[in-house]
């Protein structure tokens, strides 16, 4: 008898359970070996559907595919594979450490890691030791008869064993070490399983993209040498900014580590990291660059200006997931299959991504999210701006980042003008080296703006007169505000004092296509020195290349205000120019509690300086007085940084065990960390939010009314790609004000949300009430 593993949608051919497990063996082996635990990877990829061998699985699966409709998951195939490898290793010391961490990545490949601890009791225990299951006998022979022998099985779980112990004895044998190493077994076990599973439903076809980084570093030095031969080019600025560029080439050559780059803003720090990158992985061997941007806002233009320096089009670039799969209920299993085969792990040799995208990978649940982290293994990872990393995360980031080092040796890049204290906190982060040299020196050579401190406050009407009086002075004039409605109401007030084509607004509440489309207005006028007066959100704060003459910015956080300033005189077309500091008085920032503290402290710093002229170094920009902002920061924060829930918090939930053994039954556990209770409460932002598709111009039409008709799973995977560009996030509130309006569509049998036309403006993005002058368009 052929016992059944998947079945081929489009020809009826059979994959057997031995060949599947057999297969995706060899995947997780060949993902495994280079960090040393190529059988440890392999042991729970052989074993991870054992249980496929009852006969109740056999049953349902070819009632499944004679078109009974038929219940996903009502057939337990995960638990005996991980049930054989604890009984066989539990109460052998150290053998149960593999029993545990291989076991909750076998039972787990449905869903997400089971808790080891929960209360008194033991969900991980629960399942793999006491969990009726009426066939395990009959699949533990049918397993040893087709797949291993028993003997075989015995002398392979040994040698995993002893990779195990080599591997931690090497990395340091922690509670800390031990929960990444079972994320990231479970990690590739699932992408093992998916990509076999895929490769079976494309008859063997591999279309993992081959870009190779040497190319690719060749392409960026040609880039780079027609810049410094093009005499156009050359000013003050750009001599700087070659010789940082140069100094990030140089240290390429240094072993692999967590390196800070703090390169002013404005210094070119995209091209200078990803030259370290490429010649960093040119060097030590690294597999691919991972680039790592704060908002979606910027990963476009980032992506935009790498494909163009570097010379090709296969740079992946991952936003959001735009469609949730991994909770599609029953009734979805057709769609959810398909979809599901989608190539969505991070298997390109330069991706770039944004914050939320990359600790979801350690810590939400889902298996999409969960499958992509082995592939930082033996990578660049580069963190743009990498003090916006939330304060709740602080801790988790810091302790991603150590095992990124220690754990998967790549090497990790923070990039930023404006260098969190990473090292002041009880989780903490240690750099092993700044990449520029005289950094001070570096600063002052740089600096291109004056802070000036405006003492009277502000309100909407004031502050209309105050930046027409600025505009009277300077061409282009950008506010930066804390709230759209403050930034939506100050552009509602200039729009009758400037012509329509000089005066724009920028919100999140716009699609990136749709800023990109704005944008690119700002910067042609800049460009040609046409009046400009762009008011704003923090959003143009990051990875926006941008320079107006005067910038207007309301009391925020140091890191905020320094790269508000990196917008103003950017490229130093003159000497120096003005920032104003101002106090908002109608922005309601009491939720915004990040905001509200760093006004707390720059106001005390700004005291500080009115005080004493020489205080940090003189300057309110100062790396004297960004350290010393941060060192504050953190520490009126502190009871939140390590992301807290009720009573207790996520990282000591992961990190923290209080004790390192639970007794359940007559097992004596090793490990303790809560894994599905921290995915079941992490997100990276407050607020739930859904993502929506906007039906911003042509293309933001037409996907929606792809996607709104029949499709197939491949033609899915390309407009959900294309979709993310014309994507906004609306909180709860928002979502239900549009359901109650009929302003809201779904799509996908429920599982995509889009916007009517009526609820997108041109002028603001979503349109809450509905009266967008699109809606002209179509009557």
């Excluded at 063997?204 to 060749?218: M, P, R, T, Y």
């Excluded at 800049?526 to 003459?549: M, P």
């Excluded at 130093?572 to 905001?595: A, C, F, M, P, Q």
């Excluded at 921290?678 to 607020?687: G, L, M, P, R, Y």
Aim: glycine share 6%; with cysteine.
């Amino acid at each position: 008898m052929e016992y059944i593993a998947h079945v081929r949608v489009e020809d009826g051919e059979i994959q057997s359970v031995h060949q599947h497990l057999l297969d995706t063996k060899l995947l997780a082996e060949r993902w495994g070996n280079s960090l040393g635990i190529s059988k440890v990877c392999g042991l729970a990829a052989l074993l991870h559907d054992m249980g496929k061998y009852s006969d109740a699985f056999q049953h349902y699966i070819r009632r499944a595919v004679s078109g009974e409709k038929v219940r996903r998951g009502e057939v337990d195939h995960a638990t005996a594979g991980g049930r054989l490898l604890f009984e066989t290793l539990k109460r052998k010391m150290p053998d149960q450490l593999l029993g545990e961490i291989v076991s909750n990545a076998i039972i787990s490949h449905h869903g997400n890691l089971h808790d080891y601890i929960q209360g008194e009791d033991s969900p991980f225990l629960q399942r793999v030791e006491l969990k009726v299951l009426d066939e395990y006998e009959v699949c533990k022979k049918r397993f040893f008869d087709e797949v291993i022998s028993e003997p075989d099985f015995m002398n392979y779980t040994e040698a995993a064993s002893q990779q195990l112990m080599s591997y931690l004895e090497r990395i340091g044998q922690t509670l800390v070490n031990s929960t990444f190493l079972t994320k990231l077994v479970f990690s590739i076990l699932i992408d093992a399983d998916r990509t076999n599973t895929r490769q079976f439903e494309e008859k063997g076809v591999d279309s993992s993209l081959a870009v190779d980084l040497q190319v690719l570093k060749e392409n960026l030095e040609r880039h780079l040498s027609s810049l410094k031969n093009n005499r156009s080019t050359v000013s003050t600025i750009n001599v700087l900014r070659q010789q940082m560029s140069e100094q990030c080439m140089q240290y390429a050559e240094r072993p692999s580590g967590v390196y800070t780059l703090s390169i002013p803003t404005g210094g070119g720090k995209t091209l200078a990291s990803l030259r370290y990158a490429l010649h960093h992985a040119s060097h030590h061997q690294k597999k691919r660059i991972i680039y790592v941007v704060p908002f979606t806002t910027i990963i476009e233009q980032n992506a935009q200006v790498a494909r163009a320096v570097l010379n090709t089009e296969e740079i992946v670039e991952h936003h959001s997931n735009v469609i949730q799969l991994d909770d599609a209920s029953e009734d979805e299993m057709s769609l959810q299959a398909k979809l599901n085969l989608a190539k969505d792990n991070w298997d390109a040799p330069v991706i770039f991504t944004t914050m939320v995208q990359y600790l979801n990978t350690f810590y939400a649940k889902g298996n999409r999210n969960t499958r992509r982290l082995h592939h930082l293994s033996e990578a660049v990872v580069i963190f743009d701006e990498v003090q916006k990393v939330p304060t709740k995360c602080v801790s988790l980031f810091n302790e991603s980042l150590n095992f990124l080092k220690d754990g998967l040796s790549s090497s990790v890049i923070l990039c930023t003008a404006t260098q969190p204290a990473l090292d002041f906190v009880k989780h903490r982060l240690t750099s092993d080296g700044e990449m520029i040299q005289g950094l001070s020196t570096v600063v002052d050579a740089f600096k291109r703006t004056e802070i000036e401190v405006v003492p009277d406050e502000f309100d909407t009407a004031r502050l209309d007169l105050f930046v027409r009086d600025k505009a009277a002075l300077n061409q282009s004039v950008l506010i930066i505000l804390n709230t759209k409605t403050v930034v939506r109401r100050l552009y509602e007030s200039l729009k009758s004092s400037f012509s329509e084509d000089e005066v724009y607004h920028l919100s999140t509440s716009m699609c990136a296509a749709h800023r990109k489309c704005i944008l690119e207005k700002i910067n042609g006028r800049l460009d040609t020195g046409k009046r400009v007066i762009c008011i704003s959100t923090q959003l143009i704060e990051a990875g926006v290349d941008v320079s107006f003459q005067c910038v207007i910015r309301s009391f925020a956080g140091l890191d905020s205000i320094a790269q508000a300033a990196g917008r103003c005189n950017r490229h130093g077309e003159v000497e120096r120019r003005t920032v104003y500091l101002i106090n908002h008085v109608e922005e309601n920032v009491s939720k915004l509690t990040d905001i509200a503290k760093g006004q707390e402290i720059v106001k005390r710093l700004v005291v500080d300086l009115q005080r004493d002229s020489n205080a940090y170094g003189g300057e309110l920009l100062s790396v004297l007085a960004m350290n010393r902002y941060f060192q504050e920061f953190y520490q009126l924060r502190e009871v939140d940084l390590d992301y807290p829930v009720k009573g207790s918090t996520l990282a000591s939930m992961l990190f923290d065990g209080t004790k390192n053994q639970h007794r359940i039954s007559d097992t004596s556990m090793l490990l303790v960390a809560r894994h599905r209770t921290v995915a079941d409460n992490f997100h990276v932002i407050d607020q739930q939010t859904d993502d929506v598709l906007a039906p911003y111009g042509d293309k933001g039409e037409e996907l929606i009314a792809l996607l709104n008709g029949d499709i197939n799973w491949e033609d899915a995977r390309k407009w959900l790609k294309e979709s993310q560009q014309y994507t906004i996030s609306i909180y709860n509130h928002e979502r239900q004000a549009l359901e109650q309006s009929g302003g809201i569509v779904s799509l996908l049998d429920g599982r995509l949300l889009a916007l009517q036309p009526t609820a997108y403006d041109e002028q603001y993005g979503l349109n809450l009430s509905q009266d967008s002058e699109m809606q002209n368009l179509f009557m």
